[in-house]
Structures are given as C-alpha cells and as structure tokens.
C-alpha cells in the first residue's frame, strides 16, 4: 500500500476479531511513530503496551467513570451516552492498546506524540491492522491513578491512547466537510 492509500483508507475501526498482534508488528509500528517529527528533536515518547484483558477492562471502567464524574458535557451530550452503560468498553475489545506519552514538561508534548500517532496509525493501515484514537481514556490516565496503571512516572503526560487489532470488517468511511481554506494573499 503506498502512502496516498493509506491516507485515504485509514478509517477508525471498532470491531476486532480476537487475533492478537505480534510483538514484532507492534515493534515495526513504533518504528513507523518514531520517524515522525518532533519539537527540538526531543524524540520524548514513551509507548506504554497493554495487552492484558483485565487492565484493559479497568481502565475502559475507570475512564468512564472519570468522564462522567468530571464532565458535565459527557453527562449531558447524546455523544456520550454509552459511558453510563457498564456493557460498553471503550477499547471495543481490541488486543491492544498503545498509549503514547511524553514528559508533561515538554511545551510540545500534545504534538509531539500526535504526530508519532498519526504515523503509527498510517502503518498500521498499510499492514492491514485497525486502529482508532481512544479520546475518552485520555482524562484518566493523565490521573497519578492512571499513570500507575501504566506504570508510568508522575511527570509523564499521556496524550494518544490508540487501539490496535485485526478488523473484523472494513469501516466505513466517514464523509468530510468541506475545508475552510483562508487564501490570505
Ligand atoms: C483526539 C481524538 C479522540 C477520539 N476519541 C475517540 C473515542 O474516544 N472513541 C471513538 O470511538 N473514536 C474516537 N476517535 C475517532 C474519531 O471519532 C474518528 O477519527 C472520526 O469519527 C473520523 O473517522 P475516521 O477516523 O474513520 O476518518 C477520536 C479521534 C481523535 C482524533
């Protein structure tokens, strides 16, 4: 698959097959991350690897919970009406999690593992794995609770929480907007 393809084809996938990823995938998609550009070349990202089952219905219990108790917005929006719902996982039962993060003192960090995201997510594509950015464990694992989980250090910032598995079926495409393009001169 080349680059245009995997641009144009990467879609967020919520349905997994159980197939787990090998290590070996797993390390060539931390390859792919870390060509991304970073900040003053900090290259500052940790991939945190959560493969267990039960770590993985924790934190989806957790996060949820988190959302709802600190978010009047989650409680309130029809977008996030599955969080009161205990049936519901957040990692739409994917082998994997990857969590990128960097240190929380770094003026860049979002952007930094954003971008080691979003590489990691295109070669994923490309070897036919489905990925998705799981935003609603972000507020929880930037708890000291969540970083324990982790087993992350206290100055650490997790920023992309991305699952990854072996899709059980293409996902749709999503239709985009038309871009606002400001042609300034
Ligand atoms: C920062 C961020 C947070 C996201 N959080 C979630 C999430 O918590 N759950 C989910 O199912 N999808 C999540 N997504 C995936 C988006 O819903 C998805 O990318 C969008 O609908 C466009 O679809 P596409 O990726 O297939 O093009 C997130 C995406 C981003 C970039």
Redesign the pocket.
């Known amino acids: 698959m080349d680059l245009k393809e995997a641009i144009y084809n990467?879609?967020?996938v919520?349905n997994f097959t159980a197939e787990p990823v090998s290590e070996n995938v797993l390390r060539q998609l931390i390859e792919a991350a870390i060509q991304a550009p970073s900040a003053v070349n900090q290259q500052a990202w940790t991939f945190s690897i959560v493969r267990d089952k039960a770590l993985l219905a924790r934190i989806s219990r957790e996060a949820k919970a988190h959302m709802l108790r600190t978010s009047p917005f989650a409680a309130a929006s029809p977008h996030f009406q599955e969080l009161g719902n205990p049936e519901f996982d957040?990692f739409?039962h994917a082998p994997v999690l990857i969590v990128i993060s960097a240190p929380a003192e770094s003026h860049w960090a979002v952007e930094d593992c954003a971008l080691a995201a979003e590489n990691m997510m295109l070669a994923a594509c490309a070897a036919e794995l489905g990925t998705?950015?799981?935003?609603?464990?972000q507020s929880w694992l930037g708890t000291p609770e969540g970083k324990a989980a982790l087993k992350l250090p206290d100055g650490s910032k997790p920023v992309a929480p991305i699952i990854v598995g072996h899709p059980k079926s293409p996902?749709p495409?999503?239709p985009r907007k038309e871009p606002k393009i400001n042609w300034v001169s």
């Open positions: 990467r879609r967020a919520r957040i739409y998705c950015w799981i935003g609603f464990a996902a495409a999503v």
